[in-house]
């Protein structure tokens, strides 16, 4: 099959999965191929500062594979063509995943591939966040760092500090393309953490972070 055809197939399967309708599929996708990330978000930086604020209460409705696009890029999708990302990192090390939960599925985002891969097909959107919110949205994004793959020494504690740092610009990232596409979002340390560890699978070397609810603004 030719690259149309594959792209073709991949808005087939965002059209069938992530958009509401009456099509949805069963069976989540093994993958998703996201479409590529917007060339510009339509707000200049000073404006989507200026709009950047949290939000708690969101309208039915899910977001569609542009807002998801747009959102997963420029939380640390790759910038630049050694494969560097959008957010820093300390060492420039690759110890942060961001998790997709939706209604089908909870994904991990392969950056370099932009890409969602399936963790787990069960809906866990209601039951990782510790405040009702969290589960209000469209889809909730899970920051969660790998301690094990920061490399070096340090202990635990500057390990986490270094992860907290990283997740709070990728927060702030996910924020400002929010503000930028007028989707609503918030970071949030109230989550429980063993819901988080079972149903992402996660390794014990894995500590989730933060949550984002995202979802549209009333
Ligand atoms: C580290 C951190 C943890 C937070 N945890 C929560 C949370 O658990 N629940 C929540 O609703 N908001 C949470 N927030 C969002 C703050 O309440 C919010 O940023 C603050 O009230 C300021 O509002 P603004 O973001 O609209 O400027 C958190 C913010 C930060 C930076």
Redesign the pocket.
């Known amino acids: 099959m030719n690259k149309f055809g594959l792209l073709s197939l991949a808005c087939l399967a965002w059209a069938l999965l992530i958009a509401p309708g009456p099509w949805a599929l069963a069976q989540p996708a093994a993958e998703l191929i996201l479409p590529p990330r917007p060339a510009s978000a339509g707000m200049d930086l000073i404006q989507a500062l200026e709009a950047r604020?949290?939000t708690?209460q969101f309208r039915a409705g899910k977001l569609g594979p542009a807002d998801l696009s747009a959102i997963l890029w420029a939380a640390d999708g790759l910038n630049r063509v050694d494969g560097r990302r959008t957010a820093p990192s300390a060492h420039g090390r690759r110890y942060l995943d961001i998790f997709l939960v939706g209604d089908e599925g909870t994904y991990i985002y392969d950056a370099p591939g932009h890409k969602l891969i399936l963790v787990n097909p069960a809906n866990l959107k209601g039951e990782l966040g510790s405040?009702a919110?969290a589960g209000a949205g469209s889809h909730l994004l899970v920051l969660v760092a790998d301690l094990a793959r920061m490399g070096g020494s340090g202990e635990r504690e500057y390990r986490f500090k270094n992860a907290a740092a990283t997740a709070g610009c990728v927060a702030q990232n996910v924020y400002l393309m929010c503000a930028a596409r007028g989707v609503g979002t918030?970071?949030?340390?109230?989550m429980r953490p063993e819901e988080i560890r079972r149903g992402l699978k996660l390794a014990p070397s894995q500590e989730p972070l933060?949550i984002m609810p995202l979802g549209h603004k009333p």
């Open positions: 604020q949290s708690r405040q919110h918030v970071i949030m340390a109230g933060y």
